[in-house]
């Protein structure tokens, strides 16, 4: 964890938040590959769940919104954990982690008492006690109370779902181990509504549509794990909740990253009561028979961003010794290799001219401008080639582009052409550059 988090830092990926005052416990700030590789998490996720489907739609709601919608949820009461701190040294932990003594010195705890992790805050010019409102803890509670809007806007009829990516936070106690537990993060949410009596089907439809997404994407397979929770662990919520657990290097060495519960009807009645109070103002037509009307059961996959991202970049993670670097260098040093997912890769290509002759920077700059229309695309003339392909390595870049004389002049190989070195394999292959867009779409979309 230490090696990836300070790879996350060197190369711009993930910084404390406004380190230059000493950062902010439990917040990140991403950089500009961290940034990138976030939104390729974010498209691809939504690409495979949103836009393939007939039956899925995304809403964008707001992180401040009406504090009836955290009474109604049960946030405003339940959304708690529970604190002890140590009379001693003053840590504070979460209370159902810990045993009876202070695990940084020893000393004694105090009494544990109950914490609303809701970030609270105030609308309006006047604080005052009507005024309060709340950071959003889950991004689903806007999914629901826009249940009504979408449903008949969009025409949707039942089982269908509704998405959302956005913001979440909520004030751990202990946040830590990077970005796994952080007070401001994203969440990927789906609610996919559906028949009561088909709820367990979806359940089960859904818990292994999501741990194939995560193998599809390069994650591997005895990485993750599937962990049904029991009945005295469910959420105040859920009538069933599987948690997919990754081989995180820390705590017992498997912890959740993705969520799926079934949380019946809960969210929909309790707003309905709420709202409108009426239980089943939210009912709907199950199959064509419009009297045969039932408020729907929610299957919840809820997907954590930041997590997903480490998660990633633990899996790609290789160190290589002995020299990975094909052409002019070989290194007895350690190379790292992120072999990330081309759809995750914050950067598709490097186009890497091999001197700075004029005429090989003005092919190189030709072809970088054209990749970069459709794909992150690194220009980079500085240092010797080896150490150039290790740069990229690191950072997971599939694609490494050289232009050399011969591809200005022609020689043993035709003029126009450049050399395109894969990641993975070190496999080198000759393209022409007219050709580079084309051949970039056929293994990147
Ligand atoms: P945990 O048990 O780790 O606190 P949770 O069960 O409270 O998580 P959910 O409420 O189910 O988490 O949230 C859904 C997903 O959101 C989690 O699977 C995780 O990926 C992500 N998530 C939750 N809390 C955090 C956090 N503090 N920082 C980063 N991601 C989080």
Redesign the pocket.
Known sequence: MDRIANLCKRRGFIFPSAEIYGGFGGFWDWGPLGQKLKENIKAAWWRDFVLLWDDVVGIDGTIITNPKVWEASGHATNFTDVLVECKKCHHRFKGDDIGQTCPDCGGQLTEPRRFNTMFKTTVGPVEESGSVAYLRP?TCQTIFVNYENVRETMRMKLPFGIAQVGK?F?N?IT?GNF?????E?E?M?LEYFVPPAESRKYFDEWVTRCRQWLVDHGIKPEKIQLYEQKPDEL?HYSKATT?ILYAFPFGKGW?????I?NRGDYDLRQHGKMARGDEQVFATAIGDDPLAKQVPYVIEP???L???ALAFLLDAYDVVTGGRTTTTESTKEEEVVLHLHPDIAPVKAAVLPLSKKPELQKLAHEITQKLRRSWTTMYDETGSIGRRYRRQDEIGTPFCITVDFESVEGGKRPQGTVTIRHRDTMEQEVVDHNDLVAWMHERLG
């Open positions: 889950e979440s909520r751990e946040p970005v796994f537990r952080s007070r993060f969440q949410e959420a948690d912890s959740e990253l993705w969520g519960a809820s997907l954590g930041d997590r997903m």
